[in-house]
C-alpha cells in the first residue's frame, strides 16, 4: 500500500508538534508488535552472520555494505515459510523492521576491525586483547546511539530528511508485507539460490577441502591462467604479470560487490588498476624504486605486500584530497548540520511522543557515562592521554552532526574525509604519536558513522509506524551481536599469523593500509619516503583535486572517481578486474534486457540486489568456514 506522508508545504510550514501528532495519528501502528523475542533472537542471529559478510568484504575492499535489505527478505521468507507449515506465525512488518534494526547495526559495528584496530596493530606490531577489542568496539558504538538519537526529532520528525537507503528498505518491507508478498518470496528464492551457489562455488576453490572428499578433479581453479602460464610466460618490463597480481579469478563475491557498487566506481576501479599495475608498478620497478626479493628458484619476487608500499602515497593522496574537496565542497551541508541547532521548534509545546520516544535523560546521563568509558578505554590500553581522549568527544558532536546530514540526504557517511581530519587535528595537537592519531581519529570517525547508520535504520520504522524506544534497544543488541561474533572470527580467521600478516594478497585490508599510511605521513613526515614515492604522493593529490573538481563541476557525469582510482592501489589487479566484470555485467543486462514483463529482467534486472546480497552472503560465509577448516581442521598447526 502507498505510506502516508507529509507534503513538502506542511513539512516547510507545520510545527514539529503538528508533524508529531499527525504521524500518532495517521502512522503509528499502536502496539503491534516489534521488539519481540523472535525479532530479536533473528535479527541478532542474521546480524551475527551477515558481519561476517562485510569483515570478508571490507577486507577485501575496504567498504562495508549494508545488509538491511538482504537481513529483511531473508526473515520475511523463513517466517512465511514456518507460517506455512504451522511451526510459527508470520512476522508483523514491525517485527521486521526491528529485525533489520539490529541486523544492520551488526553489520556496520565491524568498520573498526577492517580500518582503526587494525590499522593500531600494524603499527604497533601486538595483537590487541580480545577482551579489549570487544569492548572497545562496544562502547564506541553505543556512544554513536546516544549520539543520535536526540538528533532524531531534527532530521526525522522535523526536516523529514530522506535517508534514500533507509528509505527504500522501508519500501521493501512495506511491498513484502502487503500485496507484494509473491514477489517478496520469489526475491528469497533468487538471494536463497545466489547464496547457496556462491558458497558451493567458495567451497570448491578449496583444493586442500576438495582432496579431502576425494574430489579433487572438481576443484574451481583460483586463477584462470594457469592454462596459459603452462605454454609461456607474460611479462611487462621483464616483470612476471603474476607478480603485478594482473590475472584474472573466479572471485564471484568481489564480482557480486562490484554489481552493488555500480558501473561508474567499477569502471574508476579498473582504470586505476590498469593505471596501477601495467604502467606505474612497472616503470617504478625499472628504476629501483621497488625492490624485489630473490626466491630460490633464482628469479626476484615482487608481490602485493612489496608494490603496495610503494604505490600506496600516490594512491592515498589522491583519496585524501579527493575526499577533502568533497566534503568542504557543499558548504550548504554544512551550514544545514548545524542550522536550527538550538532552534526551540517546540520547546514550548508538548511532546506528544515522549510515551514512544527515548527519554532525554537517557542521553543526559548516558553520554558523559559512555564518553567516559571511551576515553578511560583509550587512555588504559591504547596509551591516548586523558586529555586528548576528551577532546574527541566535543569533537565527535560536530562530526556526528556532519555525518547525520550527508547520510540524511545522500545515504554516503563521509567517514573517511572525517577520520583523515581527525588525524590532521591530533597530528597538529600530539606530533609524533602515531597511537593517539589513529584511536582519537577511530572515536570520531565511528560514533559518527554509527549514528548516521542508527538514523538510517529509524528511517524505515518512522515511515511504518515503529516505537523508536524500541528500535534503540534493538540496535543495542545488534551491536552485541556483531562484536561477539565478528571479534573472534576476526581474530582466528585474519590474525593467526600476527599484525605483520594481516596484509595478505587475497586480503589486502586497504582501509587499514590506508589509516596506518596517513597516521604514518602525519606523524613521522613526508620526508621518511622514497623520493619517487614523495613525487607519487604529490601528483596523486593534485590530480584527486583536479579529478573530483571536474567531477563536482560536471554535477557527478564525469565517469571517472578519484577515490576509485586511489583504492586500486591498495586492492590487487585481479580483484579490481572482479569487481569491474561484476558491474559490467549487470551494467550491460540493464541495457539489453528492455522488456520489463521478460522473465530475463525479472529475474537479473529487478533481482539485482538479491542476487548480489546472496552471492556476497553465501560467498563471504563459506570463505570464512574454508579459512578455518583449512587451518584448524585440515592442517592445524
Known amino acids: 500500500m502507498a505510506l502516508k506522508q507529509l507534503t513538502p508545504e506542511q513539512i516547510r510550514t507545520w510545527t514539529l508538534e503538528q508533524k508529531d501528532r499527525w504521524w500518532l495519528e495517521n502512522v503509528w501502528r499502536g502496539d503491534m508488535p516489534q521488539l519481540t523475542w523472535r525479532s530479536a533472537l533473528t ?13 570478508y568484504v571490507g577486507a577485501k575492499t575496504g567498504w562495508t555494505l549494508g545488509v538491511g535489505i538482504t537481513s529483511v527478505i531473508l526473515a520475511f521468507a523463513l517466517f512465511k515459510v514456518m507460517a506455512r507449515v504451522g511451526l510459527a506465525r508470520e512476522f508483523t512488518i514491525l ?73 527504500a528498505a522501508g519500501i521493501v518491507m ?71 597480481t594482473v590475472r584474472p579469478d573466479t572471485d564471484f563475491v568481489m564480482m557480486a560487490a562490484g554489481g552493488l557498487m555500480g558501473i561508474r566506481v567499477g569502471v574508476s576501479i579498473l582504470v586505476g588498476a590498469i593505471l596501477n599495475y601495467l604502467i606505474l608498478v612497472p616503470w617504478a620497478i625499472s628504476i629501483g624504486a621497488i625492490e624485489g626479493r630473490p626466491g630460490a628458484d633464482g628469479v626476484v619476487h615482487y608481490g602485493f605486500r612489496t608494490i603496495t608500499a610503494w604505490a600506496l602515497w600516490g594512491g592515498v593522496a589522491m583519496m585524501t584530497t579527493a575526499s577533502l574537496l568533497a566534503f568542504f565542497a557543499k558548504p550548504q ?114 560514533v559518527a558513522s554509527n549514528a548516521s547508520n542508527l538514523l538510517m535504520d529509524i528511517k524505515p520504522g518512522y515511515m511504518l509506524g515503529a516505537k523508536p524506544r524500541q528500535q534503540a534497544i534493538g540496535h543495542v543488541l545488534g551491536i552485541l551481536a556483531g562484536a561477539l561474533v565478528s571479534v573472534p ?73 578519484p577515490v ?33 514483463t521478460s522473465p530475463a529482467h525479472r529475474l537479473i534486472v529487478q533481482n539485482q540486489e538479491p542476487i548480489c546480497g546472496g552471492v556476497i552472503a553465501g560467498g563471504a560465509l563459506m570463505g570464512i568456514a574454508v579459512i578455518l577448516l583449512e587451518n584448524f581442521v585440515l592442517n592445524p598447526r
Open 333 to 446: 551541508l554544512l551550514v544545514s548540520a548545524f542550522r536550527g541547532l538550538f532552534r526551540r521548534s517546540g520547546s514550548a509545546q508538548s511532546d506528544v511522543l515522549a510515551h514512544i520516544e527515548l527519554p532525554m535523560r537517557v542521553f543526559v546521563l548516558g553520554i558523559p557515562l559512555a564518553g567516559f568509558a571511551v576515553v578511560w578505554i583509550g587512555h588504559a590500553y591504547f596509551d591516548v592521554k586523558w586529555w586528548l581522549g576528551a577532546l574527541a568527544i566535543p569533537l565527535v558532536f560536530v562530526f556526528t552532526l556532519i555525518a547525520v546530514n550527508s547520510t540524511a540526504l545522500t545515504s554516503i557517511t563521509p567517514t573517511g574525509a572525517m577520520g583523515k581530519l581527525t588525524q590532521l587535528t591530533y597530528g597538529l595537537l600530539d606530533p609524533g604519536n602515531i597511537k593517539s592519531n589513529l584511536m582519537t581519529a577511530g572515536i570520531t570517525a565511528e
Open 43 to 55: 535479527g541478532m542471529g542474521l546480524g551475527g552472520l551477515l558481519s561476517l559478510t562485510n569483515l
Open 174 to 244: 512495506d511491498a513484502l508485507h502487503s500485496s507484494g508478498a509473491q514477489e517478496g518470496l520469489f526475491k528469497a528464492k533468487v538471494l536463497v539460490t545466489a547464496g547457496g551457489l556462491s558458497a558451493l562455488a567458495k567451497l570448491m576453490q578449496s583444493h586442500a577441502v576438495m582432496e579431502k572428499l576425494r574430489l579433487g578433479w572438481l576443484t574451481i581453479p583460483e586463477y584462470l591462467d594457469g592454462w596459459l602460464y603452462r605454454l609461456t610466460t607474460l611479462q611487462i618490463r621483464g616483470v612476471d604479470l603474476r607478480e603485478l
Open 95 to 167: 517485527e521486521n523492521n526491528c529485525m533489520q534494526s539490529i541486523a544492520t547495526a551488526a553489520g556496520y559495528m565491524t568498520a573498526p576491525l577492517i580500518s582503526s584496530l587494525a590499522a593500531y596493530m600494524m603499527v604497533t606490531n601486538a595483537v590487541i586483547p580480545m577482551g579489549v577489542t570487544i569492548t572497545w568496539m562496544i562502547a564506541v558504538s553505543v556512544l554513536g546511539v546516544l549520539f543520535a538519537f536526540p538528533l532524531k526529532k531534527r532530521f526525522i520528525n522535523d526536516e523529514q530528511h530522506p535517508f534514500p537507503e533507509g528509505r
Open 489 to 561: 572470527v576476526f581474530y582466528w580467521v585474519f590474525l593467526r599469523g600476527g599484525p605483520s600478516e594481516l596484509v595478505q594478497e587475497q586480503y589486502p585490508m586497504p582501509a587499514a593500509t590506508i589509516w596506518k599510511a596517513v597516521a604514518e605521513a602525519l606523524t613521522q613526515g613526508l620526508s621518511q619516503l622514497p623520493v619517487s614515492a614523495r613525487w607519487a604522493a604529490l601528483v596523486g593529490g593534485v590530480l584527486g583535486l583536479v579529478l573530483e573538481g571536474v567531477r563536482l563541476i560536471t554535477k557527478g557525469r564525469f565517469w571517472l572517481s
Open 564 to 596: 576509485g582510482l586511489g583504492l586500486a592501489t591498495v586492492i590487487p589487479f585481479n580483484t579490481c578486474l572482479a569487481m569491474f566484470l561484476g558491474a559490467f555485467v549487470f551494467w550491460l543486462a540493464e541495457r539489453w534486457i528492455r522488456r520489463e
